[in-house]
């Protein structure tokens, strides 16, 4: 079954831009380990908060963001231009119910 609301979740996360260059993957370089956040709260993108909820442990999902559940009009030069869509690779690793 999948997380209840505020329960706090750890995914690993790979990001890619439309036309294929990885952004972004927490098995690699110098962050090399998955990310933790409240399940509605504002630490993340909305897209990992839509999918996460929705996922069970284990599962894998790529999904595509559009530019507001994501870095926005803004984006984040140089890597992210404005208002890019984005490929995200998420594995909901586990999570615990709020307390």
């Known amino acids: 079954e999948p997380p209840l609301q505020h329960s706090r979740v750890t995914l690993h ?4 831009l439309v036309n294929g260059r990885r952004i972004e993957v927490s098995r690699e370089g110098k962050r090399s380990s998955p990310s933790a956040f409240q399940l509605g709260g504002h630490q993340v993108f909305s897209a990992w908060q839509l999918a996460a909820a929705s996922m069970r442990k ?22 992210v231009p404005p208002n890019e869509m984005l490929w995200f690779a998420l594995e909901l ?4 119910a709020p307390s």
Do not use: C, N, Q, V
Request: aromatic share 16%; proline share 13%; glycine share 10%.
């Open 13 to 16: 996360h790979a990001t890619y």
């Open 58 to 79: 284990g599962e894998l999902a790529w999904i595509r963001s559009p530019p507001a559940f994501a870095f926005g009009a803004i984006g984040a030069p140089p890597m």
């Open 93 to 96: 690793m586990d999570f615990r």
